[in-house]
């Protein structure tokens, strides 16, 4: 009998701690779960009601819409334009931030006398803000002031002319990915194990070969990563567009739909034109980020 009741004080105590861990974790949730409702998930099903309503410029719904709201944005002149520069960038932007952050992370990884300084020198967009680096790479690309042309001796407006601005837009956004990634990359390499690297010596493999067979294979989760998140951020560019170019004449040569979407919704006060913009943007990069998950599966090893 007394073996009974032990046993039945241990399952209610066992209970009550576990009731009481539930409550805990509940409680540390909740800050983030009321964050994540107020400023994420709220504004996300706000803005698809919008984008099928009649919204006036107070941002008060007036009516329901339906997809006339999506048929006039999509018959816009400057909507394909705006679609056309938002993937030129991702479709540049992505692959060459990649590319010359693993060069950069090869270089850097094997630790030197000179190491911190040079991968401060490749960390350093990190610390530098998005409008002071549109003003810096305003300045460098200035055709009267800016070295680049002086340096390679070129006489280009970079940025007054419809030719190059968006050009220059890219070179930026690279740029500015560079810090992070070669961080995250870099990473990455120096956790394999010295063991791996030491028995592709003693089985002779070239270091290219070491490089392409082994390394990048090994570091493959972390690239998929900096591509997924190099892909999101390369789909909402805007910023550049929006300080650098402003309402100038060749502004129309680089509005993506974010840039559009926030002179729709802040200049112009047409929030189901804006709404639409943001679930278009939206809608493409979910699609283009469940298709780098398909190729996930065929390409990224996990230890």
């Not at 850097?108 to 990190?126: D, G, H, I, Q, W």
């Not at 460098?140 to 002319?161: A, C, K, R, T």
């Amino acid at each position: 009998m007394r073996n009974i009741t032990a046993m039945t004080t241990g399952a209610t105590l066992k209970h009550r701690q576990r009731a009481r861990t539930r409550k805990r974790v509940f409680l540390l949730l909740l800050p983030i779960m009321l964050f994540g409702i107020l400023f994420v998930y709220y504004p996300f099903i706000r803005t698809i009601i919008n984008s099928f309503s009649l919204v006036n410029a107070k941002g008060s719904i007036k009516g329901f819409a339906g997809i006339d709201n999506y048929a006039y944005t999509f018959s816009r002149r400057d909507f394909l334009p705006a679609l056309r520069h938002t993937l030129t960038i991702a479709a540049i932007n992505v692959p060459v931030t990649i590319i010359i952050t693993l060069f950069l992370a090869f270089l850097a990884n094997k630790k030197r006398k000179m190491s911190p300084v040079y991968e401060f020198l490749f960390t350093l967009p990190m610390a530098v803000s998005m409008s002071a680096a549109c003003m810096i790479f305003k300045s460098m690309f200035s055709p009267s002031v800016g070295f680049i042309n002086y340096f390679f001796g070129l006489d280009l407006g970079w940025y007054e002319s419809k030719e190059t601005a968006l050009t220059a837009i890219i070179i930026l956004t690279i740029w500015m990915g560079i810090g992070f990634n070669f961080l995250l990359i870099l990473s990455a390499l120096r956790a394999i194990p010295d063991q791996i690297i030491e028995a592709t010596k003693v089985d002779g493999i070239s270091p290219l070969r070491r490089i392409f067979k082994v390394q990048i294979p090994l570091i493959s989760p972390t690239i998929f990563f900096v591509l997924c998140t190099n892909l999101v951020l390369a789909m909402m560019t805007s910023a550049p567009v929006i300080i650098i170019m402003g309402v100038s004449s060749a502004s129309s040569s680089t509005n993506t739909l974010i840039s559009m979407m926030y002179q729709s919704g802040f200049s112009s006060s047409d929030y189901g034109l804006a709404a639409v913009l943001s679930i278009t943007a939206f809608v493409l990069t979910l699609g283009f980020t469940i298709l780098s998950f398909v190729f996930e599966k065929k390409k990224v090893h996990y230890q």
